[in-house]
């Protein structure tokens, strides 16, 4: 081998190797576009032509489609709000209480991160059918909340731990009372990190599956649960076309991520910076 | 305590009694439950070591996690090998690749795999069509289509992992490696893997847990045929009622858990990696 032949390998062949793992990563997850556009009414690649009758088929209430999304939407932004709220409110109050009580109450609450949700849904069916709160909306929002808010801890300390604390001292030695200290110091600082947290704790259940696929059966069918059950009942494409739908939702969520948000951090920084 | 701290402690209150009531206490119950349904005593336990069935569960889970675990690893790592070593605008492809599927529901990535897999699915058409095959191939509701989704499920988040050991690593220590005279496979055995123990540690550790506890890709890629702990649990919660056998195979799930923290913890390293996470 010569020595220039060798350099070829030693560099381009981990190249390569990289570029067909992150093929393998992203080529499949778009295999449900064409099948979306399929002209047959099972799952399969398009035929003759394409056609956009599977997502019309999403529109139509009956479907099951439509209402299952907004049972979704309603839930997710409602634990969000709870997550975010609550999360908020331990985060600052763990940044600025002095004592151990903290620390190790936000290893428990962010427990759920680690621990197989499988378990935590076996202790929830037996509380919610303890208390009559299976298939409830109630039920469903307060499960989601909980595992909601190790996220959102995370996201909002983040912010915090880019707060100066001298900024709290010299609003108490200004005289400043607790209340406005917490609402009008450190609140208005931490809103980007907020933000972040609620928008992730509304990520976490809009997807979640586990845990509702247990504590729901009928009253209560939300996106993931509908999915589930319709992978497991049939071949439907109708699936393939919200499967493309939420794709094309997870694209363009990520391309603003990207490009916008960072636009954004970088003005803020710029704008602290001077 | 000052009125101030007294605020702050009051704002940790309502987390700490939603987790403490709505999240410890049903687990805790669950372990409770484990020596006392149907009957007081260690009974689940002697069963779940003497019953055949549950013998076979555990052994399917232990051996598709850890294959999963292995190629996750391997493969998440010469990505993240590669993202670092790439000029910023390509490396921002690369992540919008990685971060698409990280961020697209489970269900969506376990449909898209049944749909390429199957027997009349995409992949086999084109291998039949093309005459690479004469009869089409058992690619789903087998381990071998559990293990392909259940990798590539895990594979984003152990190169996130990766991604950010290495990107720490100072490249001043390579450039020394090289000024001596190093030839890049030893610099590449002798320098960074060495270097990046920590991070293949933390990302094995994270992707053995979520395996030994994954319900959803084992349950609609295996279909019943590639039985899982989480699986198995959840069918005797709500099919065959079987409350004590469930919540004693989740209280050993919780128990492996804790041990492979417990474990993990021991190593400076990664103590070291998870106090450096919590800044």
């Known amino acids: 081998m010569t020595p220039r032949s060798r350099r070829l390998l030693e560099r381009g062949l981990p190249k390569l190797v990289a570029w067909l793992l992150l093929a393998f990563l992203f080529v499949p997850v778009l295999v449900v576009i064409p099948v979306a556009l399929t002209d047959r009414d099972y799952l399969s690649l398009p035929n003759n032509g394409i056609s956009f009758d599977h997502f019309a088929a999403l529109a139509n209430w009956r479907a099951g489609w439509m209402p299952s999304i907004l049972t979704s939407l309603g839930i997710a932004m409602a634990s969000a709000v709870i997550a975010t709220a609550v999360s908020a409110a331990f985060a600052i109050g763990a940044w600025v209480y002095v004592?151990?009580?903290?620390?190790?109450?936000?290893?428990?609450?962010?427990?759920?991160?680690?621990?197989?949700?499988?378990?935590?849904?076996?202790?929830?069916?037996?509380?919610?059918?303890?208390?009559?709160?299976?298939?409830?909306?109630?039920?469903?929002?307060?499960?989601?909340?909980?595992?909601?808010?190790?996220?959102?801890?995370?996201?909002?300390?983040?912010?915090?731990?880019?707060?100066?604390?001298?900024?709290?001292?010299?609003?108490?030695?200004?005289?400043?009372?607790?209340?406005?200290?917490?609402?009008?110091?450190?609140?208005?600082?931490?809103?980007?990190?907020?933000?972040?947290?609620?928008i992730l704790a509304f990520i976490v259940s809009w997807d979640e599956i586990t845990v509702t696929l247990f504590i729901t059966s009928r009253g209560i069918v939300t996106l993931p649960r509908k999915i589930w059950t319709s992978i497991a009942d049939a071949v439907d494409p109708a699936l393939a076309a919200i499967a493309t739908v939420m794709l094309a939702v997870t694209i363009v969520g990520l391309i603003l991520r990207m490009t916008v948000w960072d636009r954004i951090a970088q003005r803020r920084s710029r704008h602290d910076f001077q | 305590m000052t009125s101030f701290q007294r605020w702050a402690f009051c704002l940790t209150v309502p987390a700490a009694l939603l987790t403490l009531c709505l999240y410890v206490l049903p687990i805790l119950q669950v372990l409770a439950l484990s020596f006392t349904e149907p009957t007081v005593g260690l009974g689940n336990y002697v069963a779940l070591f003497q019953n055949a069935a549950i013998g076979r569960v555990v052994r399917t889970t232990v051996f598709v996690s850890a294959v999963t675990t292995v190629l996750t690893i391997v493969m998440s790592y010469a990505v993240a090998f590669a993202l670092v070593h790439m000029p910023p605008a390509t490396r921002r492809v690369a992540l919008f690749m990685v971060m698409v599927p990280f961020w697209i529901s489970v269900l969506v990535r376990a449909f898209a795999w049944i749909t390429i897999l199957r027997r009349n699915g995409v992949l086999n058409s084109a291998l039949v069509g093309s005459g690479a095959v004469s009869q089409p191939l058992e690619l789903v509701y087998n381990q071998f289509g559990v293990i392909v989704g259940m990798v590539h499920y895990m594979m984003p988040f152990a190169i996130m992992l990766l991604y950010a050991n290495l990107s720490e690593i100072d490249l001043r220590i390579i450039q020394a490696a090289r000024s001596l005279g190093a030839r890049p496979v030893s610099i590449f055995f002798r320098v960074w893997l060495p270097l990046s123990m920590p991070g293949l540690a933390i990302a094995g550790l994270f992707i053995v847990i979520f395996s030994l506890g994954f319900l959803v890709t084992p349950a609609i890629l295996g279909a019943g045929r590639v039985l899982m702990v989480a699986e198995y649990i959840s069918v005797q919660i709500s099919s065959t009622l079987r409350w004590g056998v469930a919540t004693a195979l989740s209280t050993m799930l919780l128990l492996v858990v804790g041990i492979l923290i417990a474990l993990a913890m021991r190593s400076p390293a990664l103590r070291a990696a998870f106090e450096g996470g919590r800044k």
């Not at chain 1, 900024?167 to 009008?184: K, N």
């Not at chain 1, 450190?186 to 809103?191: A, E, H, Q, R, S």
């Open chain 1, 99 to 198: 004592g151990r009580w903290p620390s190790i109450l936000r290893v428990i609450l962010l427990s759920p991160l680690i621990v197989p949700p499988i378990i935590y849904a076996v202790g929830m069916v037996r509380l919610w059918s303890k208390l009559g709160l299976l298939d409830t909306w109630l039920g469903v929002t307060i499960v989601h909340v909980i595992l909601a808010m190790p996220l959102a801890v995370l996201a909002i300390g983040a912010s915090l731990s880019n707060l100066d604390p001298r900024l709290v001292q010299a609003a108490r030695s200004l005289g400043a009372r607790p209340a406005t200290i917490f609402g009008r110091v450190i609140l208005p600082n931490i809103v980007p990190g907020t933000v972040a947290g609620a």
